[in-house]
């Protein structure tokens, strides 16, 4: 088995084939709807809200509502239901999750999306849940995980699953792999690739990105979305706290499986740390779709298609040349 991950792997261009980098096009299909860029910011509680999510999806973006107000979720579906604008939730696998769900079918709202965020999704709470899902909701296009290997992406797409969320233990807050051994952080592009040998259906790679270019490499490697915590952290618009240090701002950025998001300290594998304050969230993505497009262009394409199709090189930690990102 070749191991490696984003730093280890440089892609090779191809012929240029536009004459502006503004004519390749970076939007992609998932379920029913098509997005600007296969990027969606992670649902967690310091990287989406409400307004956030509605702007996202006013604005042609693909996001995912996180889990951890529970009430807040029913106003949501309805409010964005009006407005004409996706819907895009996420539920637990606890009982209480599978009333929620009786819930919605009995109100007749239907979300586009829902997505079942769990630690270790190759389990049978989770095949439990999108089967429940299937039955209640069955025009919702569900999205399960995190998995980390072929097996698992197999079962949850048997189980149901629309599209199965790739990766354990890479995220910058996570400390899975130093609490339990396990997990994917360290070799999660390697993993990636390993799953879409097995997948059917579209993967999201979540976790581990710290530069534009690995969402180019993790699309080479499998992916249709990429899910992004810490580089969406940190804007003006984040709902993390801001932190002022010796004159300087900062914003907090957190994991759900942290004390933090817990409120107790029990099974912790999150921790939060604070990120230096990058300004408006437009901004980042107005970038993240211009380094597409550039990757698109050195890919020898027109779409993202033409990422898939690069050959690459593995070139061990050297492509930062003594660089910090
Ligand atoms: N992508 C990643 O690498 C990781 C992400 N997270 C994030 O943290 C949040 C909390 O996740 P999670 O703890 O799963 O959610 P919950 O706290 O909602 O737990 C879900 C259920 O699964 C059980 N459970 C959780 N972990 C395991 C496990 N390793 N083995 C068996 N049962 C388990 C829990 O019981 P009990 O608590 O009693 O065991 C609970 O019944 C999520 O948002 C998740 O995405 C967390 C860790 C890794
Ligand atoms: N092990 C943990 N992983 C977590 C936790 N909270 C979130 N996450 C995962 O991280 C990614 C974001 O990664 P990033 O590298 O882009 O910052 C997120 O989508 C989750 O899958 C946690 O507490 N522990």
């Keep these: 088995m070749k191991i490696f991950d984003y730093e280890d792997v440089q892609l090779i261009p ?6 502006s980098r503004s004519e390749c096009d970076t939007s992609v299909v998932l379920g029913k709807h098509t997005f600007k860029m296969p990027v969606v910011p992670a649902n967690m509680q310091t990287i989406v809200d409400e307004s956030i999510a509605e702007w996202l999806a006013s604005n042609g973006y693909f996001y995912i509502m996180h889990r951890f107000e529970e009430d807040k979720r029913i106003p949501f579906i309805k409010e964005m239901t009006e407005k004409n604008l996706i819907s895009s939730i996420s539920v637990g696998v606890k009982q209480n999750e599978y009333e929620f769900v009786e819930e919605l079918a009995a109100q007749g709202l239907i ?17 439990n849940m999108i089967q429940h899902l299937k039955q209640f909701l069955p025009d919702t296009f569900v999205i399960a995980g995190n998995v980390g290997t072929p097996e698992a992406v197999r079962e949850l797409e048997n189980a149901g699953a629309d599209a199965t969320k790739v990766g354990i233990g890479p995220g910058k807050v996570c400390i899975t792999k130093i609490k339990t051994g ?10 990636l690739r390993r799953c879409s040998k097995a997948a059917r259906k579209p993967l999201i790679a979540d976790g581990g990105i ?11 490697f499998g992916a249709t979305m990429v ?4 580089l969406f952290a940190g804007h003006e618009e984040s709902p993390g706290e801001t932190v002022v240090v010796d004159g300087v701002k900062f914003k907090e950025y957190f994991g759900s499986a942290s004390e933090f998001q817990k409120g107790e300290k029990k099974n912790v594998e999150g921790k939060k740390m604070l ?13 993240m779709q211009q380094d597409l497009q550039s990757s ?19 070139v061990k930690n050297s492509i930062f040349n003594g660089d910090s990102i």
């Design 182 to 191: 396990f997990g994917t952080g360290g070799w999660q592009l390697a993993a």
């Design 227 to 230: 899910m992004i915590g810490s």
């Design 296 to 314: 698109i262009s050195y890919a020898g394409g027109k779409d993202i298609g033409a990422i898939r199709k690069v050959d690459y090189v593995i």
């Design 210 to 220: 710290r530069t534009h270019g690995d969402i180019a490499k993790s699309i080479r």
């Design 111 to 127: 979300p586009d999306y829902v997505t079942i965020d769990i630690a270790h999704g190759h389990s049978n709470a989770v095949i």
């Design 275 to 287: 990120l230096p304050y990058k300004g408006a969230l437009v901004d980042t993505l107005t970038e």
């Design 14 to 19: 191809n012929k240029c084939i536009v004459e």
